[in-house]
T-cell receptor
Framework: EPEVTQTPSHQVTQMGQEVILRCVPI?????FYWYRQILGQKVEFLVS????????KSEIFDDQFSVERPDGSNFTLKIRSTKLEDSAMYFC??????????????FGEGSRLTVL | DAKTTQPNSMESNEEEPVHLPCNHS???????IHWYRQLPSQGPEYVIH???SNVNNRMASLAIAEDRKSSTLILHRATLRDAAVYYC??????????FGTGTSLTVIP
């Protein structure tokens, strides 16, 4: 069964460093998302991406964050100048065109980011 | 974002049916009702969705009240692998989904 894959599974970084989290969505999906979950808290929406541009973003997704689809397969989340409060599990998700609005998002296993 | 209310936690015995309730009194006419679950240390997983009619799939059933102000996710025979946090979500006007705190389901052997 096709799945969303994320790398790395765990990254430890020093405060102030830049981090890139990578995702390979399911191949025929056209909608891509990043969510995050701080330990013990809710899953929070960060950003959605379609047709090579951001379609929606939350208040959390400020200038510190950026997303990119550098080639036909990868979808990346870049976090510049990381802060302690960026420590969280980051989930990538993808959905098929035409089915996204009915709710079927496929999530990856997540990338755990620890900022020291 | 449209709000849902779920119990914080529920327990079920293994191999018994589980009914997970969700209230969404402010639902709009075009909002779909979605259910996702999150197993320990994993990403959210799609369970089921519906608009007005009851829905069945291989994982669960979704019963939607006639006024659409509440719904119930039904797991017909709970297994230990069904222990997870279950989220009832209404689609926002955009494409994103807002996850609440969900219901933590404990399955007792």
């Amino acid at each position: 069964e096709p799945e969303v894959t994320q790398t790395p599974s765990h990254q430890v970084t020093q405060m102030g460093q830049e981090v890139i989290l990578r995702c390979v969505p399911i191949s025929n999906h056209l909608y891509f998302y990043w969510y995050r979950q701080i330990l013990g808290q809710k899953v929070e929406f960060l950003v959605s991406f379609y047709n090579n541009e951001i379609s929606e973003k939350s208040e959390i997704f400020d200038d510190q964050f950026s997303v990119e689809r550098p080639d036909g397969s990868n979808f990346t989340l870049k976090i510049r100048s990381t802060k302690l409060e960026d420590s969280a599990m980051y989930f990538c998700a993808s959905g098929m065109k035409g089915r996204v609005n009915t709710g079927e998002l496929f999530f990856g296993e997540g990338s755990r980011l620890t900022v020291l | 974002d449209a709000k849902t209310t779920q119990p914080n936690s529920m327990e079920s015995n293994e191999e018994e049916p589980v009914h997970l309730p969700c209230n969404h009194s402010t639902i709009s006419g075009t909002d779909y009702i979605h259910w996702y679950r999150q197993l320990p240390s994993q990403g959210p997983e799609y369970v089921i969705h519906g608009l007005t009619s009851n829905v069945n799939n291989r994982m669960a059933s979704l019963a939607i009240a006639e006024d659409r102000k509440s719904s119930t996710l039904i797991l017909h025979r709970a297994t230990l692998r069904d222990a997870a946090v279950y989220y009832c979500i209404l689609r926002d006007t955009g494409n994103q989904f807002y996850f609440g705190t969900g219901t933590s389901l404990t399955v007792i052997p």
